[in-house]
Nanobody, 121 residues
């Protein structure tokens, strides 16, 4: 059983910063890619940023230069530092991770419950 728990969301003014954290716990053998997605009502969930187990990163064009994803593999954590926030960044942010639960078998994708980020203008 694997669980992802996000924290760090909240209300911030435009131009402000927030740091999201996501902790993976449970029967984890290894974690491959980890990432952050966001979703607003009526829209599809979209990738914000992703990081591989080797530390390679990928960002949505809309957040490049403002957001930074990082991970602490020893703690099974992934972070999203969000700077220069804009009202259009308002969304529910979800943590995602591809996790192997045993020596045999591949990775499965897991999701956190989401954390609300609201940016006021």
């Amino acid at each position: 059983q694997v669980q992802l728990v996000e924290s760090g969301g909240g209300l911030v003014q435009a131009g402000g910063s927030l740091r999201l954290s996501c902790a993976a716990s449970g029967s984890i053998f290894s974690i491959n890619d980890m990432g952050w997605y966001r979703q607003t009502p009526g829209k599809q969930r979209e990738l914000v940023a992703a990081i591989t187990s080797g530390g390679n990163t990928n960002y949505a064009d809309s957040v490049k230069g403002r957001f930074t994803i990082s991970r602490d593999s020893a703690k099974n954590m992934v972070y999203l530092q969000m700077n220069s926030l804009k009202p259009e960044d308002t969304a529910v942010y979800y943590c995602n991770a591809y996790i192997r639960v045993g020596y045999f078998g591949g990775s499965d994708g897991y999701w956190g419950q989401g954390t609300q980020v609201t940016v006021s203008s």
